[in-house]
Every structure is written in structure tokens, then in C-alpha cells.
């Protein structure tokens, strides 16, 4: 399968604490993108990392990528409420066709309590 | 700028009837155009892509069906539904021909078939 599969499953913090999560792929990649998912809503495209690339910011997230062990983390530094949700990696792979077709992992839900 | 929009939001519908679902673009011209299910809790499986208009490929066999009639228009249907196509089906497009493939989604339509 060419999907990636995020870790942990759920994770629950406190406000102000950071939260990371993890993506792993099987196969190489063009770019890994983070998407973000409020329960019962549409997902919401966070952030692109192209494959050489090793870091990016974007405001309080923070996406490292090494391809040399096919992963990826996501960092939400100084979490809020708000940032409850399931986010999402997504990879463009290779030799994949101009359709555009990601693969998606099984989310990390992620509760950050007040 | 580009919207995407999805309906209904929610529907309960019984076992065997039909079903049809609407996603429409705007603001965007060409492009690539895909179906999503999501169960319960569970990552995203493709259902159906589109890069044209009566251009649609399918991911898994399944009692649905898509097609595209306009540009921008994308309709998921079936004849008769089952209990197994219940979940949270999601619209999505990404720019034709682009270096990386964001994707946007649409709100989602809940179904729930009894």
C-alpha cells in the first residue's frame, strides 16, 4: 500500500503543550502534505513539503520530512482548544500520474484540553 | 478565489433507493475532481477521479457510480443503496496540470442508510 499511516492513533494534551505526530510511507514521494479535519467537516489543507526539503513552518506548526526513513513529523507548538481535530499525511508519490491522487493515512485524532 | 460546495449536508435514506450527491466548483477551471468515502472514525478511501468532463475512473468496485456532466459539476449516484455505503462522503478538487496536488474539499455529506 502506498497510503501513510500517522502515529499515534489519538493523542490528548494539555493547552500550552506541544503536540507531534508522525507519518510513515512506503514509497518515494514528490511531497507529503498535512491536512487537518474538524469533526464532521471537510479536510483542510495545512502544509506541502516537497521530498528535498527537510524542514518548513508555517505559523505554530512545524513539518520535518526524511526520506531517508520514508517519515515525517508534524509539531503544533503551544496548543490551543481549538486545535482539536484529526490531521491527516497525504503523499504524492513518484511515478504517480498527473490525476493528482494522494494517499492518505488513518489520521491521528488529536484532544487538546482546556 | 476558488469554493466548493456539496449537498445535502446530511441524508438518511432507506436500503434499495437511490441516491444521488452533488459537488460543483467555482472559481477554478479544469479540474481534477475526486470522491471520497470515510467511515467511522476511519481514513479516507478514493472512490471515484475525474481529470474531464466524461472522464471518471474508479478506484474500488462498489454499487456507485460518478459522472461528470460540466466542467466543474461532479455526481456520485447509485441505484439501490446498501447498508455498507453509510458514512461521510467527501467532494475534493486539485488544479490540473499543477506542480504539487492540494487538495480542497468540500463540507461533506453525512449519509446514513436504514
Redesign the interface.
Known amino acids: 500500500s502506498q497510503q501513510g499511516e500517522e502515529d499515534p492513533q489519538a493523542l490528548s494534551i494539555q493547552e500550552g503543550e506541544n503536540a507531534t505526530m508522525n507519518c510513515s510511507y512506503k514509497t518515494s514521494i514528490n511531497n507529503l502534505q498535512w491536512y487537518r479535519q474538524n469533526s464532521g467537516r471537510g479536510l483542510v489543507h495545512l502544509i506541502l513539503i516537497r521530498s528535498n526539503e527537510r524542514e518548513k513552518h508555517s505559523g505554530r506548526l512545524r513539518v520535518t520530512l526524511d526520506t531517508s526513513k520514508k517519515s515525517s513529523s508534524l509539531l503544533i507548538t503551544a496548543s490551543r482548544a481549538a486545535d482539536t481535530a484529526s490531521y491527516f499525511c497525504a503523499t504524492d508519490p513518484v511515478g504517480g500520474s498527473t490525476l493528482g491522487r494522494l494517499y492518505f493515512g488513518r489520521g491521528t485524532q488529536l484532544t487538546v484540553w482546556p | 478565489s476558488q469554493t466548493i460546495h456539496?449537498w445535502p449536508a446530511t441524508l438518511v435514506q432507506p436500503v434499495g433507493s437511490p441516491l444521488s450527491l452533488e459537488c460543483t466548483v467555482e472559481g477554478t477551471s479544469n479540474p481534477?475532481l475526486y470522491w471520497y468515502r470515510q467511515a467511522a472514525?476511519?481514513?479516507?478511501q478514493?472512490l471515484f477521479?475525474s481529470?474531464g468532463i466524461d472522464q471518471i475512473?474508479s478506484e474500488v468496485p462498489q454499487n456507485l457510480s460518478a459522472s461528470r456532466p460540466q466542467d466543474r459539476q461532479f455526481i456520485l449516484s447509485s441505484k439501490k443503496l446498501l447498508l455498507s455505503d453509510s458514512g461521510?462522503y467527501?467532494c475534493?478538487w486539485?488544479?490540473?496540470?499543477?506542480i504539487?496536488?492540494?487538495?480542497?474539499?468540500?463540507?461533506?455529506t453525512?449519509l446514513t442508510v436504514t
Open positions: 456539496q481534477n472514525g476511519r481514513g479516507l478514493l477521479y481529470i475512473s461521510f467527501l475534493a486539485s488544479q490540473r496540470g499543477g504539487s496536488y492540494e487538495q480542497y474539499f468540500g463540507p461533506g453525512r
